[in-house]
């Protein structure tokens, strides 16, 4: 068991969590602590993620809130088979090799963030493998639209489904934590909940569409939360807020929440 379990900053505002928090009519907070209760329940009796003979109820008790089990499962963040339940990812984000992995990845981000102009901190820099959480190729230089895997770079044009496929066959997320449009989002103060809502807006409006890879599809959500494609949110004096095309949007994502 470790005594530790990794948990992104924008958890709460996952729309995953607010898919959780509708069907149990439950507050997102509240979402994220029992979340940490189920995650602390697999890590402690489970070695590889894989619970078997375990059912939601076993997970709703675990959580104490009925339909967690069920509303994990339509979210995709529990899997439900013949022999029992499994978890996701397990080993990326519990145990010692997630945690390994972890401290790997601060330990590069702060020999990058000194800016050490000195030749043999560069090379300790350099020495140290490029990890990241979802993610087995390079992070992109600074500065880049994305961080992105070599899958696009032939040219293929391919629909969201294909984008899909794609970063499920390179385990990856379709949006992974380091890529670029989160650093921009913390840069100018933009909320993460926003950057979430513009996930959904962006999926909605671009799904029928076609760009070029995995790449271009993210490069493609980048621009479209640097350039506020949808009109979402506006500078109210120093102060991020939704615009009236912004609350619609919420609402259609909570209400698509709801009917999931």
Same mark, same amino acid.
């Given at each position: ?62 959580? +104490? ?173 120093? +102060?991020?807020?939704? +615009? ?17």
């Amino acid at each position: 068991m470790a005594a530790w379990l990794k948990m992104g900053v924008d958890l709460p505002e996952k729309p995953e969590v607010w898919q959780i928090a509708s069907r149990c009519s439950l507050d997102p907070d509240a979402v994220v602590g029992k979340l940490l209760k189920v995650w602390r329940w697999f890590d402690s009796h489970t070695e590889n993620g894989n619970a078997a003979g375990v059912t939601v109820s076993i997970i709703d008790h675990v959580a +104490t809130a009925t339909g967690f089990g069920d509303a994990m499962v339509a979210c995709g963040w529990l899997e439900a088979t013949e022999d029992g339940l499994s978890l996701p990812k397990f080993d990326r984000h519990n145990g010692e090799t997630a945690k390994k992995r972890a401290l790997t990845a601060k330990r590069v981000g702060a020999h990058r963030g000194k800016g050490n102009a000195d030749s043999n901190a560069s090379r300790v820099t350099e020495s140290v493998p490029r990890v990241r959480e979802r993610s087995n190729t390079p992070i992109a230089p600074k500065g880049a639209d994305g961080n992105d895997s070599s899958k696009g770079k032939s040219g293929k044009r391919m629909t969201w489904l294909e984008f899909a496929a794609a970063c499920a066959d390179a385990g990856e997320d379709l949006l992974p934590e380091d890529n670029a449009v989160f650093v921009y989002a913390e840069r100018i103060g933009l909320p993460g909940e926003f950057v979430g809502l513009a996930w959904g807006w962006f999926k909605a409006r671009h799904a029928d569409k076609r760009q070029v890879g995995v790449r271009g599809w993210r490069q493609a959500f980048g621009n479209c939360v640097r350039e506020n494609w949808g009109k979402l949110w506006w500078d109210n004096g120093g +102060t991020w807020e939704l +615009t009236t095309a912004g609350k619609q949007a919420q609402r259609e994502v909570q209400a698509q929440a709801v009917a999931a």
